[in-house]
């Protein structure tokens, strides 16, 4: 059974700061992974989309790497800023097609102090 | 880019009322529409999927009956909460998908609701 973890739960940093954030899955048998945000009492934004077979992807001040084979993808926030302050999920679809059902982590609830 | 829109954003009823919430795609056709449960400081939970044209596929434990979902076409998809009491209350959210394309999986903004 997939499972996703996102480490750390929660993260406080300064503005200006680079900063990582960390997800994990346990079965490398993946479509893509997508990374959201979740403003409080929102819906998800779609920040980026990796496919299997890509490597990482970007968005402006965004990064986003896969590695299938060890189960990890990272997001990469350059620069921080306060309006950055939100909830980032991530989530995977499993399988070799589209028509597997994201499975998603609980999420890094990021702060950024201006 | 491609846009859920999600209605009504918030609700506040009597317990035993029907509420229908709205997911709708902008921009693009929905081959697939999804609708997901969140409570406080957790992460979403689906609840149903459904194929345009198809009966919805709903996840273990969630009542059928209970949650009522219309996907007529591939721009619209329905979710019904019937004769809803307060542990109803929730937040649910829409999702939608092009089935055809290696596009995101796009969200609406959520329905708040809240049963008395």
């Known amino acids: 059974k997939q499972e996703v973890t996102q480490i750390p739960a929660a993260l406080s940093v300064p503005e200006g700061e680079n900063l990582v954030l960390n997800c994990s899955f346990t079965?490398?048998?993946?479509?893509?992974l997508q990374w959201f945000r979740q403003d409080p009492g929102k819906g998800l934004t779609s920040l980026l989309l990796?496919?299997?077979?890509?490597r990482e992807q970007t968005s402006g001040r965004l990064n986003a790497s896969l590695d299938k084979s060890s189960g990890r993808s990272t997001l990469y926030i350059a620069a921080s800023q306060p309006g950055d302050s939100a909830t980032y999920l991530c989530?995977?679809?499993?399988?070799?097609?589209?028509?597997?059902?994201?499975?998603f982590g609980k999420g890094t609830k990021l702060s950024v102090k201006p | 880019g491609a846009v859920v829109s999600q209605h009504p954003s918030r609700v506040i009823c009597k317990s035993g009322t029907s509420v229908k919430i709205e997911c709708r795609s902008l921009?693009?056709?929905?081959?697939?529409m999804f609708w997901y449960r969140q409570f406080p400081k957790q992460s979403l939970m689906l609840m149903a999927t459904?194929?345009?044209?198809?009966?919805?596929?709903?996840e273990q434990g969630v009542e059928k009956d209970k949650f009522l979902i219309n996907h007529a076409s591939l721009t619209l998809s329905t979710l019904t909460v019937t004769s809803a009491h307060p542990e109803d209350s929730s937040f649910y959210i829409c999702?939608?998908?092009?089935?055809?394309?290696?596009?995101?999986?796009?969200f609406g903004d959520g329905t708040r609701l809240s049963i008395l």
């Open positions: 999702s939608a998908m092009d089935g055809y394309s290696n596009q995101p999986q796009h």
């Open positions: 079965d490398s048998a993946i479509y893509n």
């Open positions: 990796i496919q299997s077979s890509q």
């Open positions: 989530a995977v679809r499993p399988g070799r097609g589209s028509q597997g059902n994201l499975i």
């Open positions: 921009d693009f056709q929905a081959t697939t």
């Open positions: 459904s194929n345009e044209g198809s009966k919805a596929t709903y």
